[in-house]
């Protein structure tokens, strides 16, 4: 599995001529990275007497943290592995009418999963953004710039899960779920590239003064 890799044998295997992992595991990682910041952030606040009227709000986004960082992880590998379905149901055999038939229904369902992982991701971005908003003013002052840098990993993640998103629309059998997905998922990118803006320039502010 990708997670269980060193990051040394990831970027090796990342960096290599391989089809997969790509720029949807990529994204996933970024994500859980911008998770796992928030959650550093939520755990060096929690416990401070000197914060101590942030702690339950500091613990909550503490678990909710851990929970996203926890299942983007999953998706680095949840992604490689709908990419490497896709790859199979086109190496199926096509020479007789069932063969086709089946074929065609296994390239159908890849492709569906090769969209939803990422849509996931991308779901799940925004979900974690609207964590770090919250500590801002609310936790450790020493850890701004974590969070900063948690939201910037996070928009990165959305945009990068968007794209994987977008090249595989035009690709699913039913055209109606496509647009459904296509509409819900500019979205999702268009409230994340906000928050991520505005959490930014917070943090850039308060560490201005």
Not at 134 to 150: T, Y
């Amino acid at each position: 599995m990708l997670s269980e890799l060193s990051i040394k044998e990831y970027m090796q295997l990342l960096a290599s001529d391989a089809p997969a992992p790509g720029g949807g595991s990529a994204s996933a990682l970024c994500g859980a990275q911008g998770a796992g910041l928030c959650a550093m952030v939520a755990a060096l606040t929690v416990g401070k007497k000197k914060y101590e009227e942030h702690h339950e709000l500091c613990a909550g986004v503490f678990e909710e943290a851990r929970r996203l960082t926890s299942s983007m992880t999953k998706l680095i590998d949840e992604d490689t592995a709908a990419f490497n379905l896709v790859s199979a149901a086109y190496k199926l055999p096509k020479e007789t009418d069932e063969q086709k038939a089946e074929r065609s229904k296994a390239i159908a369902e890849a492709m569906l999963s090769a969209t939803m992982v990422p849509y996931e991701t991308l779901t799940l971005s925004l979900e974690a953004l609207k964590l770090c908003q919250r500590l801002i003013g609310k936790s450790n002052p020493n850890c701004a710039s974590d969070i900063g840098v948690g939201a910037l990993n996070l928009l990165s993640c959305a945009r990068g899960a968007w794209l994987n998103v977008l090249i595989n629309l035009p690709s699913l059998a039913d055209k109606e779920h496509a647009e459904r997905l296509r509409a819900g998922g500019a979205g999702i990118v268009s409230e994340c590239e906000k928050l991520a803006g505005e959490i930014y320039s917070a943090i850039e502010a308060a560490m201005a003064n």
